[in-house]
């Protein structure tokens, strides 16, 4: 198995998967995980596909977020699951061991159509020649701000923070504290739910001259100066500069919602829920950039066919994927849900590029880069641990980022060599 993984996917591979019809009627079954919103955009792809398509019918199936895993594990290897299933691109090592997916079609879904027609960081899908998913959607980070309290901080809302060092001026002008120093109102949101370990990763690591892995995704590489600069520009925030508390009022979207908070460094799927957020007056800003360099973080969730699948479900399945990443869907995809458009044909249009709230996430997939992970979960537990030794347990920036490298490398090593 190559572990480095290019990108791609069809114009024509696509044209030749949605012309493909199965020789008879067939019904295939669609998974995912439950959110409104995502329900809501498959249901009008799967209405539209079906009136193209009248041979096939697709059942669309969703669990809660915390049960989909368990129930993918599960069904796949019985033979009662998904014919086509929506996965994390992180979790793609994970479902390859357990033999949860195949790789797709070279025919249907030609590797050089895709390398031309997807941003880059759907090479993660790359494994040995072939593509094993492709996403409707990209996401990447931008900052959300409060202008009300941007405004209330003597900061001018038309003209949010450009760099790291406007950031933290910014961050400790809107912070408030009681009497007692008890947090009021953070200046910008540090949680453990959130996006920061993806912020620190690829955003401040490469912002202060350093990188968080080898290019070929097998060693640890931010256990350095260079990466100990950026852990400090993340952990100064609440260590020193005191603009904001790490885990105040535990979710940073709860604390923004609440507007409690100034500033939000969080994913374009965030998007909807800021906009449903009553009486939030926001706005939407690229992240800022360090010594000039501008870097961010993108992250999608792709289509799959299961393993198994095979015949007339196979060539429904194909023709139903294939169609899930045409431009049409895309953009329903990017109205209905908000999550932005994989193709540059899509996302560059004069409309969505210029957009005030879809813009700067757009902008932001120029300088994007995509962790190559081996273990999601794990790998975000030992930077959670990393944070938490520093913040409770005292120990140094610099001690518990050896730890931390330390710890990671013998996950990759164990990955890698097995």
């Known amino acids: 198995m190559t572990h480095k993984l290019k990108l791609t996917t069809a114009a024509a591979g696509l044209a030749a998967a949605l012309t493909a019809a199965p020789a008879s009627a067939v019904e295939i079954?669609?998974?995912?995980?439950?959110?409104?919103?995502?329900?809501?955009?498959?249901?009008q792809l799967i209405e539209a596909f079906e009136e193209a398509n009248p041979d096939i019918t697709v059942k669309h199936t969703h669990f809660p977020y915390a049960q989909f895993r368990t129930k993918v594990a599960a069904a796949v290897p019985a033979g009662e699951g998904p014919d086509v299933m929506q996965f994390y691109y992180g979790w793609l090592p994970d479902y390859m061991k357990a033999g949860l997916i195949q790789p797709l079609s070279t025919e249907a879904f030609p590797p050089a159509e895709i390398e031309e027609?997807?941003?880059?960081?759907?090479?993660?899908?790359?494994?040995?020649?072939?593509?094993?998913?492709?996403?409707?959607?990209?996401?990447?980070?931008?900052?959300?701000?409060?202008?009300d309290l941007f405004e209330k901080a003597g900061l001018d809302p038309e003209n949010p923070p450009a760099?790291?060092?406007?950031?933290?001026?910014?961050?400790?002008?809107?912070?408030?504290?009681?009497?007692?120093?008890?947090?009021?109102?953070?200046?910008?949101?540090?949680t453990p739910v959130s996006q920061d370990a993806h912020y620190w990763r690829e955003v401040l690591m490469r912002q202060f001259g350093g990188q968080p892995y080898s290019d070929d995704g097998t060693e640890v590489t931010y256990?350095?100066?260079?990466?100990?600069?950026?852990?400090?520009?993340?952990?100064?925030?609440?260590?020193e500069d005191k603009a904001t508390d790490y885990g105040f009022m535990n979710e940073s979207q709860a604390s923004f919602a609440a507007q409690r908070a100034g500033i939000l460094i969080d994913g374009s799927f965030r998007i909807g829920a800021v906009q449903s957020m009553e009486g939030l007056n926001w706005g939407v800003a690229p992240l800022p950039s360090h010594n000039g360099v501008?870097?961010?973080?993108?992250?999608?969730?792709?289509?799959?066919?299961?393993?198994?699948?095979?015949?007339?479900?196979?060539?429904?399945?194909?023709?139903?994927?294939?169609?899930?990443?045409?431009d049409e869907a895309m953009q329903l995809w990017l109205d209905v849900v908000g999550e932005l458009p994989a193709k540059p044909s899509v996302a560059l249009t004069e409309a969505n590029a210029n957009d005030p709230v879809y813009g700067p996430f757009i902008a932001g997939l120029e300088?994007?880069?995509?962790?190559?992970?081996?273990?999601?979960?794990?790998?975000?537990?030992?930077?959670?641990?990393?944070?938490?030794?520093?913040?409770?347990?005292?120990v140094s920036v610099e001690?518990?980022?050896?730890?931390?490298?330390?710890e990671e490398q013998k996950l990759l090593d164990s990955f890698y060599t097995e």
């Open 223 to 239: 256990n350095t100066e260079e990466g100990a600069q950026a852990l400090h520009a993340y952990t100064d925030l609440f260590m």
């Open 294 to 326: 501008t870097s961010n973080y993108a992250s999608y969730w792709v289509n799959g066919i299961a393993a198994g699948v095979e015949g007339e479900e196979l060539a429904a399945a194909e023709k139903f994927l294939a169609y899930l990443t045409t």
């Open 163 to 190: 760099t790291h060092d406007e950031l933290v001026e910014a961050a400790m002008a809107i912070s408030e504290r009681d009497a007692g120093g008890n947090l009021l109102v953070a200046g910008i949101t540090a």
């Open 399 to 406: 001690d518990s980022l050896a730890t931390a490298a330390e």
């Open 117 to 147: 027609e997807f941003f880059p960081i759907v090479e993660r899908m790359k494994i040995d020649g072939a593509y094993m998913g492709l996403p409707t959607a990209v996401r990447s980070l931008a900052m959300f701000y409060n202008k």
């Open 367 to 394: 300088t994007a880069q995509t962790t190559e992970f081996v273990n999601e979960s794990a790998q975000r537990q030992i930077w959670l641990d990393m944070i938490d030794r520093i913040n409770i347990g005292g």
């Open 29 to 43: 079954e669609y998974w995912q995980y439950f959110f409104d919103g995502r329900v809501k955009a498959i249901d």
